[in-house]
């Protein structure tokens, strides 16, 4: 049977929920900061994250409030896209509403099958459909995210320098529908 992808409004499902979570603590420190040094799913400062826990709990509280799109291989969510469906990047003069992605996991076994580049196929049918941007943030050393973003038309619209750190910057995206 060929990867499923589904749409949530807001995630509910307790086994979905639980796959979301395996994700995410399985691939916390993939993330820099690590998603469990951090308060919220759109922080700003990715410097000075907090003492974190051993688990991203506080994050996943906040990524379960959002939209998403799992991809789902017999029932198992081996990858998911979180995003916010009304963020207003405010560091921009324009104050545009956008589509804002703030997770994007794929399971290890199943990168380089094109499964971040469809959910974010699924993402700009969304887009679309509602009139907005779509926008994401990664940092500079994130050499995967980057080669999808590049590949699907987003621009670069802000670089904060070492932004996570020594020599890792904070990249900002945005694809104008």
Request: glycine residues 2%; without cysteine.
């Given at each position: 049977m060929p990867?499923?992808?589904?749409?949530?409004?807001?995630l509910t499902d307790s086994a979905l929920l639980e796959g979301v979570w395996d994700l995410l603590y399985r691939y916390d420190h993939e993330f820099?900061?690590?998603?469990?040094?951090?308060?919220?799913?759109?922080?700003?400062?990715?410097t000075n994250g907090s003492a974190g826990?051993?688990?991203?709990?506080?994050?996943?509280?906040?990524?379960?409030?959002?939209s998403c799109w799992l991809a789902e291989d017999q029932e198992r969510v081996i990858g998911f896209m979180?995003?916010?469906?009304?963020?207003?990047?405010?560091?921009?003069d324009d104050h545009v509403d956008t589509l804002y992605v703030t997770?994007?996991?794929?399971?290890q076994t199943y990168r380089g099958?094109?499964?971040?580049?469809?959910?974010?196929?699924?993402?700009?049918?969304?887009?679309?459909?509602?009139?907005?941007?779509?926008?994401?943030?990664?940092?500079?050393?994130?050499?995967?995210?980057?080669?999808v973003l590049n590949k699907i038309s987003m621009?670069?619209?802000?670089?904060?320098k070492d932004g996570r750190g020594p020599g890792v910057d904070t990249?900002?995206?945005?694809k104008d529908i």
């Open positions: 990867i499923q992808y589904r749409f949530y409004e807001t820099i900061p690590p998603l469990s040094a951090r308060e919220h799913t759109d922080q700003s400062d990715l826990t051993q688990e991203p709990k506080r994050y996943f509280e906040e990524l379960k409030e959002q979180s995003f916010r469906p009304h963020y207003v990047y405010e560091d921009r997770t994007v996991i794929v399971d099958q094109g499964i971040t580049t469809h959910l974010y196929a699924e993402l700009e049918r969304i887009a679309k459909q509602r009139k907005r941007p779509m926008m994401t943030r990664t940092w500079s050393t994130n050499e995967g995210h980057i080669r621009q670069e619209i802000k670089r904060i990249v900002y995206y945005r």
